[in-house]
């Protein structure tokens, strides 16, 4: 819904101040900041995976045919996901695909993404783990983005709290101040970028990799612990059988638990193993590669 909003955050020494969910209106349509934030964060993303993709000989006319795939499907995941999981609003089948009206989940876009990142990878005979460890760390570059079109609807906030950086808004005409869980989310993502960046590594030489799947399972694996505690802070989450259980048990939440343990598994088993993410030992698929 396209609206103005009126924030503050007066912990932080920031007053009251206005934002408008609509950037600007072209041919008479109203273009949402929302909409432009999370094409932007598209962008960055598209352009990470080719930086990632020149250090592994790939092509970048493979990464945007890849792209111009797995984009528009994990769009529709991300909507279709929303869709199932608030079923009580009695959709159409046309609702399934207004993407502008909001209403998108990351869980549905990773999925749909994934289904189509392996496909690409069948056609171009890519590692599909190869190209999963390129592509997650600019999912969450993507996601840390987009979530501050979630700032620009005033939405994706928390319950109430005294906290410094309390976020104010204006609801019904009082002054409510709650957790800004969406700045939360976006700086944790952040976070994430940078330390596996790091690990692994701003030149191929300098990585710390030691199998493909490994930067994947690391990025899910923070991504996971992160949501699971900052969900729960929020008031706008989808429940599991809200119609039985009531809003008790809530899907994001219990997903992200679920990324973390099932991550933190792996990530440990492979070390411990010393194996990758098929199973071959690390030794001896270092031999492989240097010929011996």
């Not at 694996?221 to 009531?246: A, N, P």
Request: aromatic share 16%; net charge neutral.
């Amino acid at each position: 819904m396209l609206k103005i909003s009126n924030i503050s955050f007066p912990g932080l020494g920031i007053g009251e101040f206005s934002i408008n969910s609509v950037a600007f209106t072209l041919f008479g349509k109203e273009v949402a900041w929302y909409g432009l934030i999370i094409t932007f964060g598209m962008i960055l993303a598209v352009l990470y995976v080719g930086w990632r993709a020149k250090q592994n000989n790939i092509k970048f006319d493979d990464i945007l045919d890849i792209a111009l795939l797995t984009i528009p499907v994990g769009v529709i995941g991300a909507r279709l996901y929303y869709v199932l999981t608030t079923l009580e609003r009695n959709y159409t089948f046309a609702d399934v695909f207004k993407i502008w009206e909001g209403g998108l989940a990351i869980y549905g876009g990773i999925i749909g993404g994934a289904l189509a990142v392996l496909i690409m990878s069948h056609f171009k005979k890519i590692s599909f783990f190869l190209l999963a460890d390129m592509v997650s760390p600019a999912v969450l570059l993507a996601q840390a983005i987009g979530r501050w079109g979630n700032f620009c609807n005033a939405e994706a906030y928390g319950y109430e709290t005294t906290l410094p950086w309390r976020m104010g808004l204006e609801l019904g005409g009082e002054w409510t101040y709650v957790h800004p869980t969406f700045l939360y989310e976006s700086l944790w993502n952040i976070v994430g970028v940078i330390l596996i960046n790091l690990f692994y590594g701003f030149v191929k030489e300098k990585s710390h990799k030691q199998y493909d799947g490994q930067i994947f399972l690391m990025i899910f694996t923070w991504y996971g612990f992160g949501r699971m505690l900052i969900e729960g802070l929020r008031t706008d989450s989808l429940y599991i059988f809200q119609s039985w259980l009531g809003e008790t048990v809530r899907i994001s939440q219990v997903l992200g638990g679920l990324i973390f343990v099932v991550g933190a598994f792996l990530l440990i088993y492979h070390h411990i193993t010393k194996t990758d993410m098929f199973f071959k030992p690390l030794k001896q698929k270092e031999n492989q590669k240097t010929g011996e």
